[in-house]
């Protein structure tokens, strides 16, 4: 019996220990797939703009989610010198439907689209108080409330500066002159050796008739002496 109870035990232990070897790579792979299909923001690939003092700019943001969204909920906030301005925010319940923003501000307006994963807003008739850091958030429901931000500079300017394209047209112009002169040498050296070649062949077709020249005058030379000769 107490050998019974032995491989009992060591039955039971390793099934406990592959229950829990299994268990563990479930888990792993579902924590694979919540971190590779997380909630990303972004405010594009150039997260800042330089705008005139009073024109109106795009602060673009877009959300994206390989599982999907529910109850998504995003915010804008402006950084005011460390103390966090809210913009606007709202609730997207689910994909394809349209969130009720509420807005903060009298100068912005929600121009995005959940059809499009899209949480931008316009801001109008800027300042130079509005210059400094737009901060996008959102946070999904669905993925156990998985938050993440992106943050776009907003430069306010009184003039944009024109580029010195001085320097670039220089040399442009030094690049392509010695592209012409390399092309020009080129074709130059082509023409030379093809006169040469051409004023070659001259010469071998005058040596060649020469030496037949030479040739009949030295056959008929021969007849003439040959005629010329007395008989004994």
Known sequence: MASVDSTGSRVSGRLRSGDILHTGLVVALLLGVWSVGGLEVSTGKVPHLFAINGSTVLLPCTYASCIGIKNL?????????????????????????????SVFHERVEFVGTSKGNNISILLYNITYEDDGEYICFARNEKEKNRNHSASYMLYVVDQMKEIDTTLTTIIVSVVGGVIGLSILGMVIKALVINFLMKDDEKNKECLVSSGNDNTENGHSGAKADNKGTPKA
Do not use: Q, R, T
Request: proline share 7%; hydrophobic share 40%; aromatic share 14%.
């Open 73 to 101: 909920y995003f915010n804008w906030h402006y950084n005011n010198n460390g103390s966090m301005m809210k913009l606007c925010d709202a609730v997207i319940p689910i994909e394809g439907v349209e969130p009720k923003v």
